[in-house]
């Protein structure tokens, strides 16, 4: 290997150790509570459930404890936002909120404008889940 070379690789390598340094140590929290605000749908165990947080676990700031639970909400698709908010902190000590936007849900629907056949015929033809669907704008 060229002299360069070698002096190039020996100064990467002395330098390793200042990328190497520990950061600065973040608090650690543990959670006291959980709450749901926002859905009228969603089971509120279930909303928790599936967040993968719980009661007396230690999070940090910059913990993926908290951006994983907004991705796994998300990805259910039932709710159009979901923000977790820490509000109250006391000493160690957290308390969170979960809050979710509910998609809109058809629950029910009324036919006009039709001359040639009746509402009920009509209606027997549009299949309506029992307990609403939610839609969200990629369905239009």
Do not use: H
């Not at 006291?32 to 749908?41: A, N, P, Q, V, Y």
Request: proline residues 2%; glycine residues 6%.
């Amino acid at each position: 290997m060229r002299l360069w070379a070698k002096a190039l690789v020996i100064a990467l390598l002395g330098n390793v150790s200042c990328f190497a340094q520990s950061p600065e140590k973040q608090p650690v929290y543990k959670i006291t509570g959980i709450s749901i605000e926002g859905t009228r749908f969603a089971d509120k165990i279930s909303i928790i459930s599936t967040s993968g947080l719980y009661i007396g676990e230690t999070i940090a700031k910059s913990d993926e404890k908290i951006s994983s639970a907004i991705r796994r909400l998300s990805e259910r698709g039932l709710f159009s936002s979901v923000d977790i908010i820490a509000t109250a902190v006391e000493g160690s000590n957290v308390t969170l909120v979960i809050r979710v936007k509910d998609y809109p849900r058809l629950e029910q629907y009324k036919i006009t404008g039709n001359d040639n056949e009746s509402e009920s015929d009509l209606k027997k033809k549009i299949i309506l889940e029992k307990r609403g669907r939610c839609y969200r704008s990629s369905y239009f």
